[in-house]
């Protein structure tokens, strides 16, 4: 196996180019176990040190996050509070702070498991993965890159190089329920976006959810149903029926099924709650 340290997007991109199994490395969090699965690459690169994707750059209306950011730079930028603070708790909720430390929101992208944290609410706010090859730069939703990660997975010459996403008009919130506080892979998440009428009915809606399905993916039947309506006990119990109902269909025969379809009631309860409480609503 070849080694090499990246010094420049540019020259990683060659390099992809010039191999058939190359691998790359950020945080390596996931690398060691990655062997059992994909065996030993021909060329290893290490893109830790590439500063252009460890930036965080804010514009007027939108926020790029370079693939090679950190779960701890996410935590410590001012950036992600407020309308956002809901993207920070979910990158705080990661692992522990060894892992934050190294850990990479595009390792988190790519590694693509059901449990990344950081995904749900990152598709709520309908981000954009931005890819760069010797072909050129291809950019696609992150919510469609899951959806069809069959079809339109990241090529051995590709490298994610940032997210990309509109600075929020509503208010994003997340919650997560692990085996325990500490370290814990989710078991459930669910994140939440949710923008108020004037008279505190929902104007918009988006759900996405971790760990009850194949990948994170939205919740649109929970989404339909609450739109135009207030946030009460009874409308919160109906969307929990309708997100259990989906669930029933998505995660049929499995042993887990049972003790999800308890836990979800919580976990959207919390996300919910959460996001009417930062906009000033009590829920009755």
Same mark, same amino acid.
């Given at each position: ?13 060659? /390099?992809?180019?010039g ?27 290490d893109? *830790? ?21 950190t ?7 001012? /950036? ?36 990344? !944290? ?23 939703? /992150? ?6 990660? *069959?079809?339109?997975k990241?090529?051995? !010459? ?18 997560? /329920? ?18 108020l ?50 669930? !029933?269909k ?35």
């Amino acid at each position: 196996m070849k080694v090499y340290q990246g010094d420049s997007i540019e020259n990683v991109i060659r /390099l992809l180019n010039g191999y058939e199994n190359p691998r790359l490395i950020a945080g390596g969090t996931d690398f060691i176990l990655s062997f059992k699965d994909n065996g030993i690459p021909e060329l290893l690169i290490d893109i *830790s040190n590439i500063e252009e994707l460890r930036r965080i750059v804010e514009k007027e209306d939108y926020i790029e996050i370079g693939a090679g950011v950190t779960f701890t730079q996410i935590v410590e930028s001012e /950036l992600f509070e407020g309308k956002l603070y809901g993207f920070k708790k979910a990158c705080r909720s990661v692992g522990s702070p060894q892992i934050r430390n190294r850990g990479t929101i595009g390792g988190n992208i790519v590694n693509c498991s059901a449990a990344a !944290d950081s995904i749900p609410p990152l598709i709520c706010l309908d981000s954009t993965i931005v890819l760069k090859s010797s072909r050129g730069t291809r950019e696609l939703k /992150l919510e469609q890159y899951l959806q069809n990660y *069959s079809e339109q997975k990241i090529s051995n !010459d590709e490298l994610l190089t940032s997210i990309r996403f509109k600075k929020p008009i509503g208010t994003l919130n997340f919650a997560k /329920l692990g085996l325990r506080k500490a370290l814990a892979i989710s078991r459930i998440s669910i994140a939440t976006l949710i923008e108020l009428e004037e008279e505190r009915t929902i104007k918009s809606l988006k759900v996405s959810s971790g760990s009850i399905g194949r990948y994170p993916m939205r919740e649109i039947e929970v989404e339909n149903y609450l739109k135009g309506k207030r946030l009460t006990q009874n409308t919160l119990d109906e969307a929990i029926k309708g997100l259990q109902e989906s669930m !029933d269909k998505r995660l049929e025969g499995r042993s887990t099924l049972a003790y999800k379809r308890t836990a979800v009631e919580r976990v959207l309860t919390e996300s919910l709650m959460e996001g009417m409480s930062a906009l000033g609503e009590v829920v009755l």
